[in-house]
């Protein structure tokens, strides 16, 4: 049977979470445990059937997940954005077509989809997962962490919790975090936690054989973004984007229909031909959702300094892309929030 205590434990097998665990083994640090409530690794990073239905993009100035993605031998490509793109910006006029300057940097993506960076960091603590282990409460004993779960009871001299914070809130804390860190989190906005995601995969990339780029943006319309997602070696072809929240309301089949008719007035009849269709919505997943999670569009706020504190006593730390210092929201403040983890905790172990 595997043991129950441990120097560290880091709830959630995130991008974060991995990036936490991979940076204490580089400095030999090896006297941990990742406990995951899903039945998989990854959190947010879901790509299935090529589809990133999480964070797809990174920028160039996020150095930081550029660093990792060298270290792991992950390359990147830029995403496809030459042709016409279009601009929604009522749903009874004409569309406005704008063309992206090919001489800028371009957001790049992952090749082999965002999940190679989960494949990768999880291949070096394979045998330090433990999957199906939901959290329940957080408590400081004498000089330990005890975590209740819905298996076993574990425990550990540090803990580091990477759940939204929001999410985060709903776990049982004794003593009682802080009033001012429970206010924080609860007004911490979930990154994707109100996003559907929608994926749809051809035999050829028409749009591109019409001179379009894929790109559709406007809040009019069924689709409020919409991408080429076409692959790194050019074999799946696909468009992704994310489908109008008010479509949350209607069933699966209205939805749908929606969708691929804004894709048909847009692009052309060919948007029906397509091979495979799915969607994901990130507000139904319990893993990162919760009830009465404020949509905040465009204005969240993340990295509040109040994170950067351990709590009940120094044994608790919070990581997760909410929580960065800079680049909250994205893969990049993901993969920092991982790092900053290690260090504090190897920091600790130094001092």
């Known amino acids: 049977m595997r043991k129950t205590d441990y120097k560290y434990i880091i709830i959630g097998a995130g991008v974060s979470g991995l990036t936490t665990a991979y940076y204490l083994l580089q400095n030999r640090e090896t006297n941990f445990i990742i406990l995951e409530g899903r039945d998989r690794i990854g959190g947010r990073v879901?790509?299935?059937?090529?589809?990133?239905?999480?964070?797809a993009w990174f920028q160039p100035n996020h150095k930081n997940l550029s660093q990792l993605l060298n270290n792991l031998g992950i390359e990147k490509f830029s995403q496809y954005s030459k042709g016409k793109s279009i601009m929604v910006y009522n749903t009874n006029g004409p569309a406005h077509y704008f063309e992206s300057d090919q001489t800028q940097p371009s957001a790049y993506r992952i090749s082999g989809g965002s999940n190679n960076l989960i494949k990768k960091l999880s291949n070096f603590v394979e045998d330090k997962i433990v999957l199906n282990t939901q959290?329940?409460?957080?408590?400081?004993?004498?000089?330990?962490?005890?975590?209740?779960?819905?298996?076993?009871?574990?425990s550990a001299e540090r803990v580091i919790n990477t759940l939204p914070p929001k999410?985060?809130?709903?776990?049982?804390?004794?003593?009682?975090l802080p009033n001012e860190l429970n206010k924080v989190m609860h007004k911490t906005?979930?990154?994707?936690?109100?996003?559907?995601?929608?994926?749809?995969?051809?035999?050829?990339?028409?749009w591109r054989e019409q001179?379009?780029?894929?790109?559709?943006?406007?809040?009019?319309?069924a689709v409020t973004e919409l991408y080429d997602h076409t692959n790194?070696?050019?074999t799946n072809f696909s468009l992704m984007g994310f489908v109008n929240q008010e479509l949350r309301e209607v069933s699966a089949e209205t939805r749908k229909e929606q969708i691929l008719a804004y894709l048909e007035k847009h692009l052309g009849s060919k948007a029906r031909n397509y091979l495979s269709y799915s969607e994901k919505d990130w507000a139904k997943d319990k893993f990162t959702s919760c009830?009465?999670?404020?949509?905040?569009?465009?204005?969240?706020?993340?990295g509040n300094p109040i994170f950067n504190s351990a709590y009940l006593n120094g044994k608790l730390l919070f990581s997760g892309t909410e929580t960065a210092p800079y680049f909250g929201g994205y893969?990049?403040?993901?993969?920092?929030?991982?790092?900053?983890s290690a260090q504090k905790l190897l920091n600790t172990t130094k001092n």
């Open 46 to 55: 879901l790509t299935k059937n090529t589809i990133d239905f999480g964070p």
């Open 135 to 154: 959290i329940s409460r957080i408590s400081e004993i004498e000089n330990k962490i005890i975590l209740t779960s819905n298996t076993n009871t574990f």
């Open 167 to 176: 999410l985060a809130t709903t776990l049982n804390y004794s003593p009682k």
């Open 189 to 206: 906005q979930t990154w994707m936690g109100h996003a559907i995601k929608v994926g749809i995969t051809y035999k050829t990339p028409f």
């Open 211 to 221: 001179n379009n780029s894929g790109t559709i943006i406007g809040q009019f319309g």
């Open 232 to 234: 790194a070696s050019k």
């Open 291 to 302: 009830p009465n999670l404020e949509d905040v569009y465009m204005s969240a706020h993340y």
């Open 331 to 340: 893969l990049e403040g993901a993969v920092i929030s991982g790092i900053l």
